[in-house]
């Protein structure tokens, strides 16, 4: 996949849609006085987001349930303080971490460390650089698994130049991809460290 200047709603539709897999819009209802920017609205309800994707990460959807339904990160979460006000959640990483839109900060991408006060880290700079992520991940895993074995990607078995395409297209799709305390600079960290243990084990 080439990375986009600006992934559209009818992009992110087509592309992840083209192996199976679905996406779920949110209703304008279901957003209403969350103080999301109104290009991000435009996006959740005309796409959503699916239901989980790689690495390990899942989303809301359009539910009633406050548990599954998109929010304000305070009242999933019981929190108090004004410094919650601004992060609305949208879904976790496998861990349990919440990402969340921080409205403060022109609806940036964030994820929030549970086991630190919820302190925050840096994901995406937009939920359309946010998404074009999701499927250059996908399309890595995709490829290692199909160029190396069904299971290269698991074991750690990758070369350097499939992680460095993956590497640069997060980088095409988003500048910031891999800033210090980045989600994405922290996966390819991990993803060299499975690679050493593949290694050491042939």
Known sequence: MQPFLLMTPKDFIHIWSSTGDKVRPISPASLSGLGLKPSTKEFLILSGLPDSAAPMLSFVDNSTDTYNSIGRLRDRFDLSGNEFEKYIYIGSCSDGDPIVVNTAVDDQIEWLNHDKDFEPGFFNSSIEAFVECL????????????????????????????????????????????????????????????????????
């Open 135 to 202: 499927v250059i991940c996908r399309d890595f895993i995709t490829r290692v698994n199909r160029e190396n074995g069904d299971f290269a990607f698991i074991d750690g078995n990758f070369s350097d130049e499939q992680l460095e395409d993956f590497r640069r297209n997060l980088v095409k799709a988003d500048k910031h991809a891999l800033c210090d305390n980045s989600f994405w600079k922290e996966e390819l960290e991990m993803y060299l460290a499975m690679r050493d243990q593949f290694r050491k084990s042939e």
